[in-house]
C-alpha cells in the first residue's frame, strides 16, 4: 500500500514540492483535519473550559473532554488514565517527580538503560540520588538492543521501577517490551514505559501490553505542539500526590488544610492546553483512519529501501540496519554529523544531526553523534532518492573518496 497518497493531506509539503522530509522523529508535519480541528476551537469558541458557567464554556469543555476520550481510545485506555501534559518530558518527569520521590525508599533499584532519551533516564538520575536507591543498566548486546535476557541478569527482588523505551529515538530498536513488564511485573516493580517514538508508529495497546505508564507527545503523531499524554492505571495514578497545585486541580482549600480533584485533574493544574487536545485527537483519528499497522509496514519498507541504496556507498557507518522502524542512524567516516547535515540542508533534505538527547547512546557507540534520517508514512521513494543524492554530495563535498 502506497501512504504517499496521504501527502496531499500537509500543506508544508504541498508548498514546498521539493522537500523531502525526513525529521519525523523530531516532530511530524501537520495535516489538515489538525489544523482545521485548532482552527475551529478558536474561531467557534476559544474560551477557557471546566469555569465558564455559560453555554460557549460548557460546548468547548465537551470538546475538550471527548478529545480525552478519543485519545484513550487510541491507545485502549480509560478517560481518567489520561493525564494532559506540555509533551512526553513532561509526562516522564511526572511519573519520577510524583512515583519516584513518594514510594522509592533507600536501597531500592531502578532499572533503565543507555538507549534512553534524556527525559527518560534523567529523572530518575536524579530520584535515585534523593532517594539513595540504585540507578541499574541493561547490558545492550554488540547491535545496542536491550534483550530479555539481559534484563533478567539485572532484574532482583529490589526493583522497583523499570524506566525503559519501547523505541529508541537513535537506534529505532524495538524493545522486547511485553515480557519485560511481566518479569518486572513478577517482582512488584512498576513499569514507566516512554513511547514517545512507538504511539506515532504503531499500534499501541496499554491493556495488552499491561504498562503502568505510558508518555508521549502530540507533536510527533501529526499533532499540535504543547500537547502531551500520560498514561498511568487509575489505582497507581489514584494513590500519586499532584506535584504542581493551583486553579481547576484543587477541590476545597482552607487555610488549614487542601484537597485535590480526583485523576486525572489533580494533576493538570492551570488553564489546560485546550487547542492542544482537540488537535491532538484529530490526529488520533486521522491516524487509526490510515491504520497504524499500515503504517509501520510502509515505513520500514522505506527504510530498508533507503538502507539498501545507503550500503551501496563507500564510507557510510550504519549504526543501526537491523531496525524494526523508520529510523536510520549513520555517519559519514570522518565527517561531524553537523557538518553533514548542513549539505542535506542545500539539497532540501531536512534530517537531525547530533546526540539526539540521548548521548548514553552515543557514548555507547563511540561517536559524538549521527546522522539519522527518520520515515513517516508522507514519505516518498522521491525522498529517498533526494536523501541518497544528499549522501553522495556530501561525500563529496567534504573530498572522500
Ligand atoms: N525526541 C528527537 O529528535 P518531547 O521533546 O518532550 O516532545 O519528547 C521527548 C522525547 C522522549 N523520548 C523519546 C524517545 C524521544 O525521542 C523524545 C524526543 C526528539 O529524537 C527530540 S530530542
Sequence with gaps: MDLSIYRKDF??????SELAYLDNAAMALKPYPVIDAVDNYYKKYGVNVHRGVYKL??????????????????????????????????????????????????????????????????????????KKAKLKYIPLNEEGRITVEAFKS??????????????????????PIKEIIKLAHEVGAIVTLDGAQAVPHMS??????????????????????????????????DKMPPIEFGGDMADTVRKDMQTYKA?????????PIIAG?????????????????NISKYEYELKTKAINELKKIKGIKIYNETAETGIISFNLEDVHPHDAASVF???????????????????????IGTVRASFYFYNTEEDIKKFIKGVKDAIEFFGKF
Excluded at 208 to 233: A, M, N, Q, R, W
Design 11 to 16: 500543506p508544508v509539503l504541498n508548498d514546498n
Design 154 to 175: 539485572v532484574l532482583t527482588k529490589n526493583t522497583k521501577v523499570v524506566a525503559i523505551t519501547y523505541v529508541s529515538n537513535v537506534m529505532g530498536y524495538i524493545t
Design 204 to 237: 499501541v495497546d496499554v491493556k495488552e501490553l499491561d504498562c503502568d505508564f505510558l508518555s508521549f507527545s502530540g507533536h510527533k503523531l501529526c499533532g499540535p505542539t504543547g500537547i502531551g499524554v500520560l498514561y498511568g492505571k487509575k489505582a497507581l495514578l
Design 57 to 130: 464554556s460548557y460546548e468547548a469543555t465537551d470538546l475538550y473532554e471527548q478529545a480525552r476520550e478519543e485519545i484513550a481510545k487510541f491507545i485502549n485506555a480509560s478517560f481518567e488514565e489520561i493525564v494532559f501534559t506540555r509533551g512526553a518530558s513532561q509526562s516522564l518527569n511526572l511519573v519520577a517527580s510524583s512515583y519516584g520521590l513518594n514510594f522509592l525508599n533507600e536501597g531500592d533499584e531502578v532499572i533503565t538503560t543507555e538507549l534512553e532519551h534524556h527525559s527518560s533516564h534523567m529523572p530518575w538520575f536524579n530520584v535515585c540520588n534523593i
Design 277 to 293: 487536545a482537540i488537535g491532538l485527537a484529530a490526529a488520533c483519528k486521522y491516524l487509526k483512519q490510515i491504520g497504524l499497522d
Design 345 to 367: 540542508d542545500n539539497n532540501n533534505v531536512c534530517i537531525r544531526a547530533g546526540h539526539h538527547c540521548a548521548q548514553l547512546i552515543t557514548t555507547w557507540l563511540n561517536t
Design 263 to 271: 485523576t486525572p485533574y489533580k494533576f493538570e493544574t492551570g488553564t
